[in-house]
Structures are given as structure tokens and as C-alpha cells.
T-cell receptor, first 116, second 114 residues
Framework: AQSVAQPEDQVNVAEGNPLTVKCTYSVSGNPYLFWYVQYPNRGLQFLLKYITGDNLVKGSYGFEAEFNKSQTSFHLKKPSALVSDSALYFCAVRPSSTSGTYKYIFGTGTRLKVLA | ETGVTQSPTHLIKTRGQQVTLRCSSQSGHNTVSWYQQALGQGPQFIFQYYREEENGRGNFPPRFSGLQFPNYSSELNVNALELDDSALYLC?????????????FGSGTRLTVV
């Protein structure tokens, strides 16, 4: 079965320290990978995507993600965390498909808390 | 760009009732998908519409149905509401040819079934 795993329900990090939010996936073929962020009572905001090319992808607000095909991982990173980064982060994968259905599979989310 | 707009923002319904949720896609976006996000969970794909036709469906029963209109706005209808239907419902739009590059999500409609 196709799935996305975010093994940590919550990640705590001190402001100014680097952060990592983990994501692993299990899909057939070559997936398209995404990170979205959700603030309270808001929808999902796009952070970054991996489609092909360089394994290190840069996105919005200083976030980046590293694609590792052999480990089927797509971890989200930021060199220096801000208190305003505190939010719920979702990893998503769109399996390569010929059916024309662009279904995303989401992980269960990781709550990031950046402590001042 | 006006983004994706959903209405209403909050809704309380009684078990067994029917509900209609609405979505206005970002300008020009011709593909819309609906997701259900239960409390503490990630969004689950309900279905996708393109050119006013459903062209993909997740693991949801037929009482979940939708429409897409010529102006690309969309509706999600749920019949015979159950308590487990309580969730945040998210609408997401994109150009069909750019779906691989990410959707634009609305802020959602929070449905509570009592």
C-alpha cells in the first residue's frame, strides 16, 4: 500500500537552532514530493516540492528538503528556526500515475514548536 | 490572484442531514480536489474534478458527491451525515497541467456533526 510516514508527532527546537522534520514514503514509481505547512484555523500552505533534479530542494521561508531515493525519505530542514515557524507540517506524495488522477497522499503531520 | 475561497468557514449539522460546501478556485485553475482532514490526521483525498467531471475518487462512500461548474467553482455534497463526518474539509485547485507542481489550498470548512 502507498503511504507516507511522519514518525514524530512533535518536534521541539530552540530558536536559532537548526530543525529537521522527518518524512519517509512508500509508493511505486517515481513520486512527486511536497511539504505543506498549516497554521491554526488555516488551510495548507505550499512550502516546497521535489519532482526531479537536485536532491536538495529550496522552498519558501528559508526551508529546504533533502530527497534520498535509497532511503525513500524527504526530510524538511531549516538552518535557523524562528518562533514564527511553529506550526503543523505535512509531507505529501503524489504517486506517478497514468490515470490522470492527481491524488496526494499525506502524512499525519508533525507539530513543530520553536522555543524562544 | 484571489486564492481559493471556501464557504462557509464553520457549520454545525445534525446526524442524518445533508450538507453542501462550496469552493471558488484560484483564478483560471481548472482542476479541483477535495480533502477531508479529521482531527489529528492528515488530509484524505475525497475526489478530483476536471472539466466538470469526476476523474478520480478516494475511499469515500457514494454519499459524498461533488460538482464542478463551468466557472470552475465546485461543491462538495454529503448526504446522510454521520458523526465521523466531522472534520475540516479542504478544497484545492490547480491548472490541470501543473498539478504535479502543487495545489493551492483553501482555508477549509469545519463541519461538526452532532
Amino acid at each position: 500500500a502507498q503511504s507516507v510516514a511522519q514518525p514524530e508527532d512533535q518536534v521541539n527546537v530552540a530558536e536559532g537552532n537548526p530543525l529537521t522534520v522527518k518524512c519517509t514514503y512508500s509508493v511505486s514509481g517515481n513520486p512527486y514530493l511536497f511539504w505543506y505547512v498549516q497554521y491554526p484555523n488555516r488551510g495548507l500552505q505550499f512550502l516546497l516540492k521535489y519532482i526531479t533534479g537536485d536532491n536538495l530542494v529550496k522552498g519558501s521561508y528559508g526551508f529546504e528538503a533533502e530527497f534520498n531515493k535509497s532511503q525513500t525519505s524527504f526530510h524538511l530542514k531549516k538552518p535557523s528556526a524562528l518562533v514564527s515557524d511553529s506550526a503543523l507540517y505535512f509531507c505529501a506524495v503524489r504517486p506517478s500515475s497514468t490515470s490522470g488522477t492527481y491524488k496526494y497522499i499525506f502524512g499525519t503531520g508533525t507539530r513543530l514548536k520553536v522555543l524562544a | 490572484e484571489t486564492g481559493v475561497t471556501q464557504s462557509p468557514t464553520h457549520l454545525i449539522k445534525t446526524r442524518g442531514q445533508q450538507v453542501t460546501l462550496r469552493c471558488s478556485s484560484q483564478s483560471g485553475h481548472n482542476t479541483v480536489s477535495w480533502y477531508q482532514q479529521a482531527l489529528g490526521q492528515g488530509p484524505q483525498f475525497i475526489f478530483q474534478y476536471y472539466r466538470e467531471e469526476e476523474n478520480g475518487r478516494g475511499n469515500f462512500p457514494p454519499r459524498f458527491s461533488g460538482l464542478q461548474f463551468p466557472n470552475y467553482s465546485s461543491e462538495l455534497n454529503v448526504n446522510a451525515l454521520e458523526l465521523d463526518d466531522s472534520a475540516l474539509y479542504l478544497c484545492a485547485s490547480s491548472f490541470y497541467w501543473r498539478v504535479n507542481y502543487g495545489y493551492t489550498f483553501g482555508s477549509g470548512t469545519r463541519l461538526t456533526v452532532v
